[in-house]
Each structure stands twice: as C-alpha cells, then as structure tokens.
C-alpha cells in the first residue's frame, strides 16, 4: 500500500520552533493532511516525545520518536526510533554530549516541555540550536545499534546539509536520505530519498511530504519499504 | 616550507607527521568542507577547526598535505588513522583560525 510520510518536524522545544508547536496539535495537523506515519524530531532533544505519542495514538497516526542531531561536522542528522524509550534514552545520551552554553530565548525561543495539553511542564535550559559533540560516524553507528533508522536531513541545504558542509556523501550506512527537493537531486546515491516538512511553525507541518510502498504501517513496514525505496512525490 | 617545517611555528603541535616530502605554498582557511574543495589551491595546508575523519577525505580529495586544527580542539583517532593512511600530516594550536592564519602567511612570506 502507498502511505503518505513525514518524518521532520520541530515542536517548541526546537530553537525556532513557534510555541504553537505544540506535540498535540502537530498530530492533529498532520491527521488533516492525511499522514500517515509521522515523526517528532526536535533538535538534540527527546523531550517532549512523550506527550507527541499520546496525541498520535488518539490521532491514529503511527508516531516515529526521532531527533535531529547536529554533529560535530554541523551536519543535521534525523535519528528516528520505533519504541518511545529507546528515543528518550538517546535523547539523555545526547544531553550529555551538548555544550554548556544556555539557551537565549529571545533568540532562539523558549525551547518549552510540554504535555499532551501543552500545559508547560519546564523549558530546556542548554542551547540546543549548537552541535553536540558526537560525530557522524558515531550517530551512524550508535543509532542503528540501537535499531534506529538514520538519515541524513535536507542534504539540498546551503547549511547544515552533509553535502554543503563535507562536499561529499561519506559511504556510510544512512537508512536512507531526506531533501527538500529531491527531484532535483541528480544522483540517486542508490539510497530512497525522502521529503520531509521540517516544520518549525504549525501551519508547516505536512508542507513536505513523500508516498512511499509498504507491505504494512508499522515501524518494520517503514523500514523495508526504505529499502525497496518506491517512493513518490507531489512535484509543485 | 616542508610539511615538518609546520611545527617550527610559534604554538603548534605535531599530531601526526606523514610523508615529509611534500611542500607547502599555501593556505586556505575554512570550516566549510565544500567550500574548501570548491576553491582550495594546489600544495595548500588546512586551517580549520573541523576534527573529524571527514577533513582526512576532504584534504585528499583536494591533494592536501596538512591540516592545522585550532583552538585547541583534540583529533580523535579514527581521524589520527586516517590520515596515516592518507599520507596527511596534522598539527594543533590553542590559536584561532586567524591567528594561526596570519603565522602561516608569515611563514610562508605571503
């Protein structure tokens, strides 16, 4: 079956991301565009997946608990896992490995936890809009040992894109590739490239999408259907 | 200036010193590994504070025989390994990438 997928999108716990981001409202907004299989992925941080999976179980939308990692190479990487505490738990890792330089909200915004009510519940006080010192080889390997999937975000971007800041596509293990227009990516890299919102507003959320073939919706469906890689898009 | 000639200069450190025949004529300064590859010279040293095993790849892409990490960042070893294996020398130094800029341009009487 061909299901409709967005695996990219901010909550207001991302730097940049609007307050109105809140983890409920994401799903409910993706419910109306018609997602399917939708993925939370705020900056260096797992914290508001929590209330992100109540609200996709109400919406009926299979939730992918991920984050986007900024590596030392500022590249921006989506780490996107099947079980809530696996996510949560790389998330902590991740927490770690951030430098100490505290957030400023008139910058970057207030970086809110919130609830499935968006009630704030605490707001993260760490940069989160830095990069974290953990490599990409490292996120590779630490993400799919973890039986996550890795994929390498918008990598059609001037900045913080694996191909504007190395200049190559290092042969690594990616689950597969995310860019903001893949139709015009030339070469396929012989890996599914996926479009993905990379929402940081609400009316964002579901902007950027792909149809991809699966046998089921289920994370597993997700992952083989990355790799028999019959992925479709609506070209504006 | 050979490539050995690097650590002479005030403040930098050898990391890991491979294939000394080389010879340095320039520089290029860059934290955008793109950037680099789009418009490095020939026969340049890297001045950068990317340390990682991608910089390996990236000066031999663009046949470079060095690379200075600054602001005192460490290399971790896949990194070290890489670039024996590359025949790329690495050296470091507590300076910014300016600072270590302007010693090498010095060095080099640009």
Same mark, same amino acid.
């Given at each position: 079956?061909?299901?409709?997928?967005?695996?990219?999108?901010?909550?207001?716990?991302?730097?940049?991301?609007?307050?109105?981001?809140? !983890?409920?409202?994401?799903?409910?907004?993706?419910?109306?565009?018609?997602?399917?299989?939708?993925?939370?992925?705020?900056?260096?941080?797992?914290?508001?997946?929590?209330?992100?999976?109540?609200?996709?179980?109400?919406?009926?939308?299979?939730?992918?608990?991920?984050?986007?990692?900024?590596?030392?190479?500022?590249?921006?990487?989506?780490?996107?896992?099947?079980?809530?505490?696996?996510?949560?738990?790389?998330?902590?890792?991740?927490?770690?490995?951030?430098?100490?330089?505290?957030?400023?909200?008139?910058?970057?915004?207030?970086?809110?936890?919130?609830?499935?009510?968006?009630?704030?519940?605490?707001?993260?006080?760490?940069?989160?809009?830095?990069?974290?010192?953990?490599?990409?080889?490292?996120?590779?390997?630490?993400?799919?040992?973890?039986?996550?999937?890795?994929?390498?975000?918008?990598?059609?971007?001037?900045?913080?894109?694996?191909?504007?800041?190395?200049?190559?596509? !290092?042969?690594?293990?990616?689950?597969?590739?995310?860019?903001?227009?893949?139709?015009?990516?030339?070469?396929?890299?012989?890996?599914?490239?996926?479009?993905?919102?990379?929402?940081?507003?609400?009316?964002?959320?579901?902007?950027?999408?792909?149809?991809?073939?699966?046998?089921?919706?289920?994370?597993?469906?997700?992952?083989?259907?990355?790799?028999?890689?019959?992925?479709?898009?609506?070209?504006? | 200036?050979?490539?050995?000639?690097?650590?002479?200069?005030?403040?930098?450190?050898? &990391?890991?010193?491979?294939?000394?025949?080389?010879?340095?004529?320039?520089?290029?300064?860059?934290?955008?590994?793109?950037? &680099?590859?789009?418009?490095?010279?020939?026969?340049? &040293?890297?001045?950068?504070?990317?340390?990682?095993?991608?910089?390996?790849? &990236?000066?031999?892409?663009?046949?470079?025989?060095?690379?200075?990490?600054?602001?005192?960042?460490?290399?971790?070893?896949?990194?070290?390994?890489?670039?024996?294996?590359?025949?790329?020398?690495?050296?470091?130094?507590?300076?910014?990438?300016?600072?270590?800029?302007?010693?090498?341009?010095?060095?080099?009487?640009?």
């Amino acid at each position: 079956m061909k299901i409709k997928l967005d695996l990219h999108n901010h909550s207001c716990l991302s730097p940049c991301g609007s307050d109105d981001m809140l !983890p409920s409202l994401i799903a409910f907004e993706a419910m109306e565009k018609g997602i399917d299989i939708l993925a939370l992925t705020d900056h260096n941080c797992s914290r508001n997946l929590e209330p992100f999976a109540q609200a996709c179980e109400i919406c009926q939308i299979l939730p992918i608990f991920g984050m986007e990692i900024n590596t030392i190479e500022d590249i921006h990487v989506l780490t996107l896992f099947k079980h809530l505490k696996d996510a949560q738990e790389f998330g902590f890792y991740i927490e770690t490995l951030l430098p100490n330089i505290n957030n400023d909200p008139k910058f970057f915004g207030n970086q809110n936890i919130v609830d499935i009510e968006g009630n704030i519940l605490s707001t993260f006080k760490k940069s989160l809009i830095t990069t974290c010192g953990i490599s990409l080889d490292d996120v590779i390997n630490e993400c799919l040992s973890r039986d996550g999937l890795v994929i390498p975000a918008h990598i059609d971007k001037k900045a913080n894109s694996i191909l504007s800041n190395l200049g190559f596509l !290092p042969d690594l293990e990616y689950s597969a590739l995310e860019a903001i227009r893949p139709q015009d990516i030339k070469e396929s890299f012989n890996k599914t490239i996926l479009q993905g919102s990379d929402a940081h507003y609400l009316e964002h959320v579901g902007r950027r999408y792909c149809f991809l073939e699966v046998d089921e919706i289920s994370y597993e469906g997700l992952k083989k259907g990355l790799i028999d890689g019959k992925v479709s898009y609506i070209i504006e | 200036m050979k490539v050995s000639d690097l650590v002479k200069i005030e403040g930098f450190k050898t &990391v890991t010193l491979n294939d000394d025949t080389q010879i340095i004529k320039n520089a290029y300064t860059g934290d955008l590994l793109s950037d &680099v590859i789009a418009n490095v010279g020939e026969d340049s &040293v890297l001045i950068t504070v990317q340390a990682h095993k991608n910089t390996i790849a &990236v000066c031999s892409l663009s046949s470079m025989p060095a690379i200075i990490i600054c602001n005192g960042r460490s290399c971790p070893d896949d990194m070290i390994k890489a670039a024996a294996e590359n025949d790329i020398s690495i050296f470091t130094t507590d300076d910014t990438q300016f600072g270590a800029s302007v010693k090498i341009a010095k060095a080099l009487n640009l």
